[in-house]
């Protein structure tokens, strides 16, 4: 079964295993949440971000390759989202220098940043969960 919480500070030397495991360099930080997806209570993908003001920012997803395509990624962001909204939070962005397209395929839009040269996607809370359902039609 799977099961998609924020991780509590207990769990993050596993945490931080799981992403040495998975070729993600990270460096511990109290300023960071980690969103965690759990199948058979082992960790199968983690979504690390931090809040700043209003806005969550991601810093990456990881999903362990064997469990890819199986939309635990998606599930993590939308987890991160709702939990973002709710703690007051009224926009998430990421920074990518790949093209975005999981980011964009999941309701993020281009925001222009001259400064940066890497590409700088948004969403914004809580019209995300308004809007996202593409196959229920229009919500009005």
């Known amino acids: 079964m799977l099961e998609i919480r924020l991780a509590n500070n207990q769990e993050l030397d596993t945490i931080d295993k799981f992403l040495n495991e998975n070729d993600q360099k990270h460096r511990k930080s109290d300023k960071l949440n980690y969103m965690v997806a759990y199948e058979n209570e082992k960790i199968v993908g983690a979504l690390i971000f931090q809040k700043e003001e209003d806005t969550a920012i991601i810093n990456y997803i990881i999903v362990r390759e064997d469990k890819r395509n199986q939309y635990i990624g998606e599930g993590l962001l939308k987890a991160m989202l709702s939990y973002s909204e709710h703690e007051g939070m009224t926009k998430a962005i990421v920074s990518t220098s790949e093209s975005g397209g999981f980011f964009r395929k999941n309701g993020f839009v281009d925001r222009v940043n001259e ?20 196959s229920c039609g229009v919500i009005k």
Do not use: A, G, M
């Not at 400064?115 to 593409?134: A, G, M, R, W």
């Open 115 to 134: 400064n940066l040269q890497k590409t700088i996607l948004e969403v914004i809370l809580p019209d995300y969960f308004l809007t996202s359902c593409k």
